[in-house]
């Protein structure tokens, strides 16, 4: 055994470039694959966890208190066996215009709802800071954690709440969690006052609305209790399902963790195929140790032993140290989850699936050695001491024949395309990691490029070009005139101004399935002004018209030319299909419509917003500037580009794991090379010593290896490159379609393109030269050996 | 003896009058100006109208056109006294210029200078705001209307005023013009803190006394109360006569209830030609005159498509600079969907005129009939022997035209009672709607308020959702909210929305009438309740406890109201004190946390004033903190809609 372990040990030494990258490779494919793990396990667990410490409602039902019969709801609820509990009705109101703080309106759209308690085991709400009591007292006001993320409020602060009599003081008394919207990704944020609170604020006359929930025993029965009810009861309010507030929850770690399952298979399909060609490698180079080892009484098994155990020792370092960073990767991803809910549900323990990931990766490794090793066992100890390593391979004939003319030109060059048929299986498989490394390299440069080109791309991802956004904090009564827009319209700095919205319209029950909410953008003009494209068909114009996003079109089973029925403002409204469009806003589900539309439906309904483009080289920083200076605080206008923030931070991520990616594929190209030159080395040990005989030199044959080399990865290139940049657009719309980008927004930039070209040379070359340096060692007095 | 005096006062009045168009008909315009505006009585469907034209400081035409009220026989007269609506801010501006003379304002410096506490909810605004932009509609105030109606309107400006800490101003305050009377309520509630005393007796004292106004007030003390004209509100075909004055619904208190006659006005339009002086009295100086007319911002005029020239208006201190036909002309119109106004001052041929109208000619389908402008414009031009023009009528017809006939079987659907919903429009507070089918079987709308008359239009559907309201009034479209089962849920109209009550709805409810029979609502069947020997209802329900007591009506009784309810318990937080129009009274409400803790109980306190009947109605609903719910929302909410009393 002692033997086995100072062999390994020799082989570690011997081979440390080689050992630090497959440690490294080992490492970055279990720094995704753990990420994955605690991705896939982190978004489900917080949610369901906190969903069931708060018991919260399935189904949360907003009713006009005049139009729909609470008690004839609550009733029908009860008397469903799927049901657990039924909230009584809670009085809720929704906050116009925002609430101030410090004189300005904070940015979070407010629904003010009566908290009644957490004794009454439903919508519970969990304090993070503050005084534990069941409800806020008079006069002050529950805020969801969320807020203190995007404001700078606190336990103590005041925010004046808009009402007809002016501003009314309430005290924040607690930072509170709810289930259902708990990472403030859904609009309006719930705020909490205590039983008869609204009534302390507003006239009761104007109160009209209440929120009713239902909790049922299993979250999985909430679409069929949902579509029962619609069947039996005419419902006229608005209501929102688990499935909603599960998918805002975790969308944004259902995208990043599906990309990086895929990347994590990849990286450890890759990781399993540099350890087979580096442990085949190793027994090429010790071959004729092995056969020494053998004849002293080494076995099979022994000898596999040693590369058994090189190689654990190898995974048992590589894998707690992407572990580690895969702990780190995933709080960090979900740093912005934790920072909403707070750590005090966030309990997802990643030891067992480290341990998993450990042992799954330890086995993986370890089966690979085993296989690979195996041919260790065919090794005959004569042979391989008698030849000093494998068995040469001589030329065949006609290729000798082809061969054995004498270069004219240059030795090196002949001896070069020498090295490339020596194994030609080898230079295949070499030819195909560089063909694999080509593809992923130009995938990292295009895909960075197109993603860090969103700003100025934005159409394609489904965002309008205008330059920025300004929203009215207080929106326009119906006979206002529209000041704003027309001072914009008369601006010769402005190209466009147009106003948009955002609505949610229902899709209505089918047959065993509830109403869906689809959000909606809703425009005041032609929407190819600022730029937004449909994939197919075209912009609706008319009042009956409407463009689908692309999932939403695949969900509904519905395409151009075909009548969609929404219900809009309560309507049940047919609308002509006459476009489709992509858009990472929403995952490509929702509509576009024309205001028109609307209006047509209901004369009151305003648009806040403006989307402003400028001419030419008008500077949108002192444009802002000259705006913010003549309408202060009554508009928050921003860059339209900021729109793409938290879209940029989720594409960020992407980037980053596409960085790995590109830098484990770095780690295979010199892996793979090298192992290549070294048993190239190894097969050609005695023409090598020939050569050097008559007098190359060492540097000579090194260049040689370089030109076998370069020949590969020329032949890989040109095939490689147009391929890649053939297959690459197509492969990421596969890769973005479960994004809702059925067509990527592929930018390719041309100079880096090209520049992956001498990277890829570059890297070979110095692959090559660093792994034939052996060459100085080899004497050409390993001719004497027959 | 008031009656003697009264009548000998009209005798006088008519005498005089008959000697000013014994004297004006000597001159042949004002023959062809009194000829062209007999006939155009005839062709608007306004049962009357004055007009006073003045020129140089003389009074050369004045006269009253058909009859004060449809249906009666009592003609209209210049001594008619009519609401002038917005005519009024221009002595509003001429109250200001007097006080910036005395050196007590400045036009110029920040409202907060005067009003320290004055603020929006974006400061750094609402600090730029001066006088100037007040007067002359760009301090970026959007229109809020009057949030909290009040029996006691002496505080209302100020109270009014305090309401604009919870408002955004949206843009930079003096860029653009806005039509918006909160820049006058500013000014008036400043003409009152400078000078010591209310806004009525300012005006009162300072404009209308040293001009001889004695038949216009500013405010509500006034001794013509009775002989005031409501005006008329828009039927079918007609105008049917209003049973009551409509306060203007965006003006508070500054001017909201200024009264006057065109007689009246010409003393005014005099002492504006004459730089500022009436008989000698000097009531402003000339600059100051001159800084009335002098433009400070402008907005778009009158369409070509509407018959106008699309030239812009300048808008002055309270006065309006127009070019019609190439004549400039200051003028200032008003109106409030009953009667109507305007005043024009022609500086260059000294000529001024006033027309007040017993119906909003404002409002009336001027695809029908023709505007204000039109006819001001034509009796300048007769004024000075020049053809009228076609200035202000519309040429080109634009009327929609709808061939969709709604089934019939489908009418029932939307038979019913329209309640408001949400926050109403000015021009609805206090109002509900019914859709009904007359005897012709025709499909209608009804506007009331309480069981008063407000409006009456025939309902033209488009389609199964949209419906044109026609009457001689413009057309306007109303939508009904169809749900998904096909039932109406209720309709928009005018910017307001309304639910359509369920009729089943009303099943639920019982009718509740107090012992002596002057009050009536609405409570749930469910509830129980008794009348005590003291006139008081008591109702019980689990920990509920409701009290409600009638009185008769009483000014100052909320405060007292909730602080008999208090008693001797320990108030922890009062909510905010709101009131509003409900029908034709005025309900003011406050919800208020007492005990100690953890035994805390809500009570709601609401009073119901009605000064038509001079009876109120006092409700207190007791609960523990914690129990509140949407029954007591729903049970208040039903009393106020069914609430009458007699």
Redesign the interface.
């Known amino acids: 055994m002692k033997s086995i372990l100072l062999i390994t040990w020799a082989n570690i030494k011997r081979r440390k470039i080689q050992t630090f990258l497959v440690g490294i490779c080992i490492a970055l494919a279990a720094l995704l694959f753990s990420t994955m793990i605690g991705i896939s396990l982190g978004m489900k667990r917080p949610f369901e966890t906190l969903y069931s410490t708060l018991q919260a409602s399935h189904i949360v039902m907003q009713i006009?208190?005049?139009?729909d019969d609470?008690d004839e709801i609550t009733s029908w609820f009860q008397q469903q066996e799927e049901v657990k509990r039924v909230s009584?009705?809670r009085?809720s109101k929704r906050i116009r215009?925002n609430p101030?703080y410090k004189?300005?309106?904070i940015t979070n759209s407010v629904q003010l709802r009566?908290h009644?308690?957490n004794a009454q085991q439903q919508d519970m709400l969990s304090i993070m800071e503050g005084e534990a009591k069941?409800?806020p007292?008079?006069?002050e006001i529950w805020i969801p954690n969320h807020w203190r993320n995007n404001t700078a409020l606190s336990i103590g602060d005041t925010l004046?709440m808009?009402?007809?009599?002016?501003?009314?003081p309430l005290r924040i008394s607690a930072i509170v969690v709810d289930a259902q919207y708990a990472n403030g990704l859904a609009n309006p944020s719930p705020a909490w006052v205590?039983?008869?609170g609204l009534?302390?604020?507003?006239?009761?006359?104007?109160?009209?609305y209440?929120t009713i929930g239902v909790r049922l025993h299993r979250a999985e029965d909430t679409e069929t209790v949902w579509a029962r009810f619609n069947e039996a009861y005419?419902f006229?309010g608005f209501s929102t399902l688990y499935r909603f507030f599960k998918q805002v929850f975790q969308i944004v770690y259902q995208i990043t963790g599906g990309l990086l399952l895929v990347f994590a298979i990849f990286g450890i399909i890759v990781t399993l195929i540099i350890t087979s060609s580096v442990v085949n490698s190793a027994i090429k180079t010790d071959y004729k140790m092995i056969g020494m080892l053998k004849t002293q009484g080494f076995t099979n098994l022994n000898v596999i032993s040693a590369y058994l155990i090189q190689f654990f020792l190898i995974t048992c370092i590589a894998v707690p140290f992407g572990l580690l960073g895969g702990y780190f990767m995933t709080f960090l991803i979900f740093k912005p989850m934790i920072a909403a809910i707070g750590t005090i549900n966030f309990d997802i323990s990643l030891l067992w699936p480290s341990i998993g990931t450990f042992f799954a990766f330890l086995l993986g490794i370890l089966l690979i050695t085993y296989r690979t090793a195996s041919s260790a066992s065919q090794i005959l100890p004569v042979t391989a001491i008698r030849n000093n390593g494998p068995p040469q391979k001589s030329f065949s004939g006609s290729k000798q024949g082809l061969f054995s003319l004498r270069p004219k030109s240059h030795p090196v060059i002949f001896l070069g395309l020498r090295f490339l048929v020596t194994n030609k299986k080898r230079s295949l498989t070499m030819l195909v990691g560089l063909l694999f490394v080509i593809f992923v390299q130009l995938m990292y440069v295009n895909g960075q490029n197109s993603l860090y080109g969103i700003d100025h791309n934005r159409p394609a991802w489904g965002f309008n070009d205008s330059d920025l956004s300004v929203s009215?904090?207080?929106p326009?009564?119906?006979?206002?005139?529209d000041?704003?827009k027309e001072?914009m319209e008369d601006d010769d700095r402005v190209k466009v101004v147009m106003k948009r919205g955002f609505y949610g319209a229902t899709l209505?029950a089918q047959p065993g399935q509830a109403p869906k909410t689809i959000v909606g953008i809703i425009y005041d003009d032609d929407l190819e002004k600022i730029g937004l494209e449909q994939i197919e068909g075209r912009h609706p114009v008319f009042e009956n018209e409407i463009s689908l996003g692309v999932v939403s079109s695949q969900n509904i089973g519905k395409s151009i030319g075909d009548t969609l029925e929404l219900?809009v403002?309560?309507?049940?409204m047919p609308y002509s299909i006459v476009g489709l469009y992509q858009s990472l806003n929403n995952l490509s589900e929702g509509f576009y419509m024309r205001i028109e539309a609307m209006r047509?439906?209901?004369?009151?309904f305003q648009l806040n917003n403006y989307q402003l483009k400028l001419k030419r080289g008008v500077n949108s920083a002192s444009f802002k500037e000259d705006l913010e200076?003549?309408?202060?605080?009554?508009?928050n206008i921003s860059y339209s580009v900021d729109d793409l923030g938290q879209l940029k931070g989720i594409l960020r991520g992407i980037q980053d794991m596409m960085t790995l990616i590109s830098l484990l594929f770095i780690c295979v190209l010199f892996v793979t090379v090298y192992n290549d030159t070294v048993l190239s080395i190894r097969e050609s040990q005695r023409n090598l010593g020939i050569f050097k005989a008559i007098g190359m030199t060492p540097r000579q044959l090194q260049v040689a290896l370089v030109v076998k080399a370069l020949i590969i990865a020329a032949i890989a290139l040109i095939i490689g490159v147009p391929l890649s940049l053939y297959i690459l657009p197509r492969a990421l719309d596969q890769l973005t379609a479960v994004g809702g980008l059925t067509k990527f927004p592929y930018l390719m930039h041309l100079l880096w393109s090209a520049l992956v070209i001498p990277f890829i040379i570059i890297i070979t070359v110095l692959s090559v030269w660093i792994s034939s340096r052996r060459l100085l060692h080899i004497r050409p007095r390993i001719l004497v050996r027959e | 003896m008031y009656t003697i005096i009264h009548q000998i006062h009209m005798s006088m009045i008519l005498f005089c009058l008959s000697i000013s168009i014994t004297a004006q008909a000597q001159r042949p315009e004002l023959i062809e100006v009194d000829q062209y505006l007999t006939d155009y009585l005839q062709r608007i469907p306004v049962p009357g109208f004055s007009i006073a034209i003045v020129e140089d400081d003389q009074v050369t035409f004045s006269k009253g056109y058909g009859v004060e009220r449809a249906g009666a026989a009592q003609r209209m007269t210049p001594a008619s006294i009519l609401p002038i609506g917005a005519v009024a801010r221009g002595f509003t501006a001429m109250a200001i210029l007097q006080l910036v003379e005395e050196g007590k304002l400045s036009l110029d410096q920040p409202i907060v200078e005067y009003i320290p506490w004055f603020t929006t909810a974006n400061p750094e605004f609402s600090q730029q705001i001066t006088l100037r932009m007040c007067l002359s509609n760009t301090t970026a105030i959007p229109p809020q209307y009057r949030s909290q109606p009040s029996l006691d309107e002496s505080d209302a400006l100020a109270s009014f005023l305090e309401s604009f800490s919870a408002l955004m101003i949206k843009r930079k305050p003096g860029l653009s013009h806005e039509f918006s009377s909160e820049g006058y309520s500013i000014a008036g509630y400043l003409i009152s803190q400078v000078s010591g005393m209310s806004y009525e007796a300012y005006i009162k004292e300072k404009i209308l006394q040293p001009l001889r106004m004695t038949r216009s007030t500013a405010g509500p003390t006034f001794s013509y109360q009775s002989q005031i004209l409501h005006g008329h509100e828009m039927g079918l075909d007609a105008c049917t006569a209003a049973e009551a004055d409509r306060p203007d619904p965006n003006y508070a208190a500054a001017g909201s209830q200024t009264y006057s006659t065109v007689d009246d006005l010409s003393h005014y339009m005099i002492a504006l030609l004459n730089g500022g002086v009436y008989q000698g009295q000097r009531i402003l100086s000339e600059a100051a005159v001159n800084q009335l007319f002098q433009p400070n911002s402008s907005f778009e005029g009158l369409g070509t498509m509407l018959g106008g020239n699309g030239i812009d208006i300048q808008y002055a201190l309270g006065w309006m600079g127009m070019e019609i036909e190439g004549r400039p002309i200051m003028l200032h119109t008003g109106g409030n969907g009953q009667v109507a106004s305007i005043i024009g001052i022609n500086r260059q041929r000294q000529q001024a005129f006033a027309m007040l109208f017993n119906a909003d000619v404002n409002q009336l389908d001027r695809f029908e009939y023709p505007g204000m402008e039109h006819i001001i414009n034509n009796v300048i031009h007769l004024l000075n022997g020049e053809e009228t023009t076609d200035f202000g009528v519309i040429k080109d017809n634009l009327r929609i035209e709808e061939d969709y006939d709604l089934p019939a079987s489908d009418y029932q659907k939307y038979l019913g009672r329209y309640e408001p919903a949400g926050r109403q429009s000015p021009f609805f507070r206090g109002m509900s709607l019914e859709v009904r089918q007359n005897s012709g079987a025709l499909m209608e709308l009804l506007v009331h308020e309480d069981s008063t008359f407000k409006g009456h239009y025939e309902l033209d559907f488009t389609n199964e959702s949209r419906a044109i309201l026609r009457n001689i009034s413009q057309p306007q479209q109303i939508k009904f909210k169809i749900y998904p089962d096909g039932s109406i849920g209720g309709l928009f109209m005018r910017g307001s929305e309304f639910k359509k009550l369920d009729p089943d709805e009303s099943q639920k409810y019982t009718t509740v009438s107090s012992p002596d029979g002057t009050a009536s609502f609405e409570l749930p069947s469910n509830l129980s309740y008794r009348w005590t020997a003291d006139d008081e209802l008591v109702a019980e329900a689990d920990e509920l406890r409701m009290s409600l007591t009638l009185s008769t009506l009483s000014t100052t009784s909320f405060e007292n109201f909730v602080s008999t309810q208090l008693g001797s318990q320990l108030l922890v937080s009062s909510g905010l004190l709101n009131s509003m129009t409900i029908k034709k009274g005025i309900w003011t409400e406050q919800s208020l946390v007492t005990g100690s803790p953890g035994e805390l109980s809500q009570q709601l306190c609401a009073i119901f004033q009605d000064p038509t009947s001079k009876r109120q109605i006092n409700i207190a609903v007791v609960h523990p903190w914690g129990d509140y719910s949407i029954n007591t929302v729903k049970m208040i909410q039903r009393i106020q809609r069914s609430v009458i009393l007699r």
């Open positions: 006009d208190i005049n139009v609470a009584a009705p009085l215009p101030i004189n300005k309106e009566e009644h308690g069941e409800y007292a008079p006069g004046m808009p009402t007809n009599q002016g501003a009314y205590g039983p008869g009534a302390m604020l507003f006239p009761l006359k104007d109160i009209s209440a005419s006229k009215q904090l207080t326009l009564s119906q006979n206002e005139e000041y704003f001072a209505p219900f403002e309560g309507q049940l047509e439906i209901n004369p009151l200076m003549s309408y202060g605080s009554a508009f």
